[in-house]
């Protein structure tokens, strides 16, 4: 096959991990035979800098004609302590999203036994969990009326039924292809549109009888997820929860440079690490590079449908961990190596 990907690093340690995923990309385009070709593209402060967006008109039509997006991160502190600036880093990603209709964003929460005791969490609560958090991506808070004055702000979560339908569809197809357990997590005992997510999870139930379907306010979610991990197979929520359990769940696995995600919806797909862009360790290979290598791992299942080359990039990850050439996130106080150094492995052994 032949992909044309676009390119987007971003800010902070967005570049260094995302040319250790190029690596990995042409190490497994090398091995199974495919051709590929980069696009960069601005995103972020970056771009804020040289064009004074964060979501250039340019970069959005280079997305829209690639095969897919790799992603890295956005985000810089001189931003950061300034909430008087209309242009920031975060707004390129909403656009993004916005823009592509991005609608679904999964992250999947996947344990590695060598790496179980990096867990705060005990062994036996840890050991074994996998499941796989859909956060819904153009809606809720992020997206809704604002306002923002002196003296009164606020922000609407607003849902409509067919912005609800297609993620939980997406949440009860993808429950199908695992272990058919879904858990809706609202707030519907005091949010009105949660209570909408509810009542149309119920109805869409039926068509999903092998499905077992549960429902869970957030809050109790939050607790469960760390008292008892292993009960969620697939976890379906609005924006602004999964942004909040998403950072939760990381810590199960050991480190936030572990979760890869995929951002599915109508346009092009993006490929992101969840770790944001670690702005202290920018510059300095010291950065984990796993999180956006898995997302190419993702990339080749989902956008491309190719489970081998996916399944490639999965084995060399696991290999390095399991042989300890990692950076010191995941060193545990033993040896640890460089950003590139560990995208280097983990190229070389796909
Ligand atoms: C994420 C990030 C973003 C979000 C930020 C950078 C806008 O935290 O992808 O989880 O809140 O969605
Ligand atoms: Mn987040």
Known sequence: ????????PG?????????????????????????????KALVGACAIDATGKAYPAETHEICMKSDAVLFGAVGDP???????????????LLAMRKQLELYANLRPVETWKSLISKSPLKTELV???????????????YFGEKHEADDMAFDTC??????????????????QKRNKHLTVVDKANVLASSRLWRKIAQEMEKNYPDVTTDYMFVDKAAMVM????????VLVT???????????????????????????GIHTSVYEPIH??????????????????????????TSFGLKAEGAAIRKAVAASIDAGYVTEDLAAGGKSYGTNEVGDWVAAHI
């Open 78 to 92: 001189r931003f950061d302590n300034d909430p008087t600036a209309k242009e920031r880093p975060e707004t390129g």
């Open 11 to 39: 800010d902070g340690i967005g570049p260094e991990v995302v040319n250790q995923a190029v690596k990995a990309v042409d190490a497994v385009c090398k091995k199974f035979g495919h051709e590929v070709s980069y696009t």
């Open 226 to 233: 760390i008292q008892n991990p292993k009960f969620f197979d």
């Open 158 to 175: 607003k849902y409509t039924r067919p912005e609800i339908e297609r993620i939980l569809k997406v949440g009860f197809e993808t429950a």
């Open 276 to 301: 944001g862009s670690y702005p202290q360790a920018a510059g300095k290979n010291i950065a984990n590079p796993l999180a956006t290598i898995l997302s190419a791992a993702m990339m080749f299942e």
């Open 127 to 141: 050991d074994g969990a996998d499941f796989i958090c859909i956060r819904e991506l153009t809606g809720g808070m």
């Open 238 to 264: 609005e924006n602004t929860f999964g942004d909040i359990l998403t950072d939760e769940a990381s810590v199960i696995a050991g480190s936030m440079g572990l979760l890869s995600s995929a951002s599915v």
């Open 1 to 8: 096959m032949k992909f044309n990907i676009a390119l987007l």
